[in-house]
Structures are given as structure tokens and as C-alpha cells.
T-cell receptor
Framework: NAGVTQTPKFRILKIGQSMTLQCAQD?????MYWYRQDPGMGLKLIYY???????DKGEVPNGYNVSRSTTEDFPLRLELAAPSQTSVYFC??????????????FGPGTRLTVT | DAKTTQPNSMESNEEEPVHLPCNHS???????IHWYRQLPSQGPEYVIH???SNVNNRMASLAIAEDRKSSTLILHRATLRDAAVYYC??????????????FGKGTHLIIQP
């Protein structure tokens, strides 16, 4: 299994440009997540999805959109890039552990710079 | 989510045990204690989790205080590859798994050769 894959690895955007960060998982996990990590900080949840066709906002959703048309894919869209969106973006998926809790698998991240 | 408190950084020597503490005095009875770690330039990875009893797996051990207000992640024999930021996170037991993890700043573990 490839696990969670993300593309691109790096991207530089100009202010006002748009882009889509791609995320795919091949573990048949229902739950998927997008996080951002600013320098020296922990991760913050942007959006999550409990299955195809169902998404919901996390802690910091402003400026982003998501869709989930298949179990495998969960792209994140930036419509009008702003310098405040300069960050490292991580996608994750999860499954249920024995005993009722969940383990999340993370992708390698996309480093985005907006100038 | 209930709050956790961890030291900003810790240092240890290679091949020695490491004890990483976490305080969670406002933990509720339904909160699982999770540990993740993040190696440099990588995404976080799951280490271990527990509810009430001490837990062991191939990566580490988790010691949970009897009152559950603190826990300790134990790396039995640290290697240079264990240098990472370690996050202690509380998760609600009844959650459907759909809610995300709440990451603090974690503990930056430095391993000296």
C-alpha cells in the first residue's frame, strides 16, 4: 500500500491565484482530514470528511474548500491565495482501532508559499 | 478537547530510556490518551494510545497514572531516529472518529549520540 499520498510536494503561488492540493489514500478508510501546520506550531484541522459526499468544517476552514467524490480522494482547494495561507498542509485518513479509538495516517505534506 | 501540557523540549542520550511526561488534569472519563510523533520534514505518525491501563507496543510504552491526570510515554532504548516532536493528545471515546486531532506544540526530543 502507498498509504496517504499528496501532490505537489512544494508550490509557490502569487497572491490571488488558485490551486488544488491533491490527497489520495489506498487503505479504504472512510475518514479523511486536512490540516495545516505553521512554523513551530502544532497542526490545525481545516476540513474533514466521514465518507464520500460528506464533508465538514474544522477549526480553520476560511479560504478553503473541499470535496469528496470517492473514498480514495480528498482534494483541498484554495480559491484566492493569501500570504496567511503560507504553511505546510497535511492530509490524513483514519480507521477504527480495537477498543474504539482511531489511528490517523498522515501524508508527507505539501509546502505552500504565497507571495 | 481537554488540554494537555508537555515540556517544550527534552534531551537524552542514545541507547538510554526516555520518559516523556504529559499532564492532562481536566481529562474526562471518556478521553483516550494518544501519542503521535513528527520526525523532521515528515507528517505525524501514530505511536500509541490508551484509556486506563498501561500499554505496550513495538514502538513504546504508555504509563497512565491511576487518576489519569498524567501519563508518560516511554521509549525503552532511544536511537537517533527517535529525535522528533512528540504530541500528547486527548480523544473523546464516543467520537465517531470523524473529529480531527487537536495538536499542541508537543515536546521536542533531542537525542545525543
Amino acid at each position: 500500500n502507498a498509504g496517504v499520498t499528496q501532490t505537489p510536494k512544494f508550490r509557490i503561488l502569487k497572491i490571488g491565484q488558485s490551486m488544488t492540493l491533491q490527497c489520495a489514500q489506498d487503505m479504504n478508510h472512510n475518514y479523511m482530514y486536512w490540516y495545516r501546520q505553521d512554523p513551530g506550531m502544532g497542526l490545525k484541522l481545516i476540513y474533514y470528511s466521514v465518507g464520500a459526499g460528506i464533508t465538514d468544517k474544522g477549526e480553520v476552514p476560511n479560504g478553503y474548500n473541499v470535496s469528496r467524490s470517492t473514498t480514495e480522494d480528498f482534494p483541498l482547494r484554495l480559491e484566492l491565495a493569501a500570504p496567511s495561507q503560507t504553511s505546510v498542509y497535511f492530509c490524513a485518513s483514519s480507521y477504527r482501532l480495537a477498543g474504539g479509538s482511531y489511528e490517523q495516517y498522515f501524508g508527507p505534506g505539501t509546502r505552500l508559499t504565497v507571495t | 478537547d481537554a488540554k494537555t501540557t508537555q515540556p517544550n523540549s527534552m534531551e537524552s542520550n542514545e541507547e538510554e530510556p526516555v520518559h516523556l511526561p504529559c499532564n492532562h488534569s481536566t481529562i474526562s472519563g471518556t478521553d483516550y490518551i494518544h501519542w503521535y510523533r513528527q520526525l523532521p520534514s515528515q507528517g505525524p505518525e501514530y505511536v500509541i494510545h490508551g484509556l486506563t491501563s498501561n500499554v505496550n507496543n513495538r514502538m513504546a510504552s504508555l504509563a497512565i497514572a491511576e487518576d489519569r491526570k498524567s501519563s508518560t510515554l516511554i521509549l525503552h532504548r532511544a536511537t537517533l531516529r527517535d529525535a522528533a516532536v512528540y504530541y500528547c493528545i486527548l480523544r473523546v471515546r464516543s467520537g465517531g472518529g470523524a473529529d480531527g486531532l487537536t495538536f499542541g506544540k508537543g515536546t521536542h526530543l533531542i537525542i545525543q549520540p
